[in-house]
Each structure stands twice: as C-alpha cells, then as structure tokens.
C-alpha cells in the first residue's frame, strides 16, 4: 500500500510525470479545492471524480492561498496535513499543493484529459475552463452533495 506521504507531488516532481502521463496514453483527471474540513461530500466528489479517468490529480490550495479565498480565520486545516489527508484517499493518486490563486498553472502543466469541480460551480465561471478547452480537454462539472460543505460545518461547529 503506498503512503499518503508517497502521493504528494512537489510542482518539479508533477512537471517531470505530467508528460509521461499523457505519452502513457493515461486518461488524467485534474480537481483542485481547498478541502479544510474533510466531509462526506468531499468524498462523494472525489470518488466521482477519480471514475472520469485513470489517474486522479487533487491540487490542494496552500494556506496563504486559502486566506486570499476565505478570510484570515482560514484554513483551521494546515496545508501538509490537507494535502496528507487527501491523498490518504484511496480514490486519489497523487497530490500537489499549489499557491496561485486558481488552478490554471496546474492545467497548463498537467494538461488532463478531464479538469472536474464541484456543482457550486458552472464551466463559465471556471478561470480553468479556457486553458482546458485550450488543448482539446474537457471540463466536467459534478453534483454536489446537498447539505454537505465546510462552511455548513464550521457553522455547526460555532453552534448556529
């Protein structure tokens, strides 16, 4: 069984495989989130989306991108242990932490056949969508699990 520890990729490391994947003929799915409280649906999603492909890539955002996106009370979650948490997921095969602000970098250097996020999003809305239509990939959004999101967690946890 591989380690979560073996699944993380540095960016030099994912810029090495990338190619190999695509020269591989592999089928690679590319999702990208902060997951900072994992939950179900974050489950549910990522197992949905490793069934697009054969291989699922998950960027994992860094804290100061995290803070950019959700205020300065967040992550509560560090990186490492995001991105360790993650790839302790059977349904993952690597992860990569990233500190732009979107996933755009990640597409052009990995290129995936499928660039899949959750229903909170449309493919217009997605800075992703144009670099993945760019090459010939496809962009997929997935159903979100009702009810099921960090922020209806933290609220939770807050006692609202």
């Given amino acids: 069984m591989r380690t979560p520890e073996s699944k993380i990729l540095t960016r030099e490391q994912l810029t090495r495989l990338a190619p190999l994947w695509r020269e591989a003929g592999k089928q690679v799915v590319l999702t990208n989130g902060c997951f900072d409280l994992l939950h179900v649906g974050h489950l549910r999603y990522l197992q949905a989306a490793r069934q697009l492909g054969d291989l699922l890539l998950v960027g994992v955002n860094s804290d100061e991108a995290v803070r950019r996106l959700k205020g300065d009370t967040r992550p509560i979650v560090p990186e490492a242990e995001r991105a360790e948490l993650i790839a302790g997921l059977e349904c993952v095969d690597y992860?990569?932490?990233?500190?732009?602000?979107?996933?755009v970098e990640l597409v052009k250097i990995v290129q995936p056949t499928y660039y899949a996020k959750g229903g909170d999003y449309t493919e217009k809305d997605l800075p992703e969508s144009e670099a993945v239509i760019a090459y010939g990939g496809f962009v997929v959004i997935l159903p979100l699990q009702p009810g099921r999101s960090t922020s209806i967690l933290i609220e939770r946890i807050r006692g609202g």
């Fill in 95 to 103: 992860v990569t932490i990233f500190p732009e602000p979107t996933a």
